[in-house]
């Protein structure tokens, strides 16, 4: 078992990017859920869930990927994830939710030029 970790960061344009690392899995997953409430407590504009450095995912991880989706719809923040390896992207598809999310493979560098932040 590999375990899991997380990264925050404030970006530009009001924007959070939260690197993973690791498995998120069942034992991770309320504990990502709650830092994630403490990041949208913060009302920042976009939400960067960066997947890059995360090597499991199961059902419960998903799970609560899907439920900050749609607190972000609710509170009107946009919701942006990096894309992960390809096994995490594959359960994005099987799981048929790929389409449910905005999507990039890198971060976008208008949240991070004005700064000076480099890429993750």
């Known amino acids: 078992m590999q375990g899991f970790g997380l990264m925050i960061e404030e970006l530009d344009a009001g924007a959070v990017r939260i690197a993973l690392r690791g498995e998120l899995d069942l034992a991770h997953a309320y504990t990502f859920d709650e ?3 403490r990041v949208e407590d913060m009302r ?3 939400v960067v869930l960066d997947l890059r450095k995360l090597t499991f995912l199961d059902s419960c991880g998903l799970a609560r990927l899907l439920a900050a989706r749609r607190r972000a719809r609710r509170s009107g923040h946009r919701l942006l994830l990096v894309r992960g390896p390809a096994t995490i992207q594959r359960l994005f598809a099987l ?3 790929d389409e449910a999310f905005e999507m990039v493979s890198e971060l976008p560098e208008a ?3 004005a700064s000076g932040h480099p890429p993750a």
């Open 44 to 46: 920042p504009t976009t």
């Open 95 to 97: 799981s048929a939710v």
């Open 111 to 113: 949240l991070t030029a």
């Open 35 to 37: 830092e994630l409430r």
